[in-house]
């Protein structure tokens, strides 16, 4: 899908685009993005540090 806004819109979408490219490092440092580790590395995880899971959603959850 390809939205074209008019020109009116550019600047201030540039505007912004860049005050959230600066904001960026900032918000991940308060808020850091969640670790997804592979099922290998839960599976060690779980066993090794006796932890429990939650899944979310319902997607399988192979173990072979």
């Known amino acids: ?3 074209r806004y008019g ?3 550019h600047y201030p979408r540039q505007i912004i ?7 960026y ?3 991940i440092k308060i ?3 969640p670790k ?5 590395e839960t599976i060690d995880l779980i066993l090794s540090e006796k932890k429990s ?6 997607s399988e959850f192979y173990i072979s």
């Open 1 to 3: 899908m390809n939205f």
């Open 17 to 23: 685009k860049r005050i959230l490219s600066a904001l």
């Open 53 to 58: 899971i939650a899944r979310f959603g319902d």
């Open 7 to 9: 020109k009116f819109f």
């Open 25 to 27: 490092p900032v918000i």
């Open 31 to 33: 808020w850091p993005l």
């Open 36 to 40: 997804v580790m592979s099922i290998e």
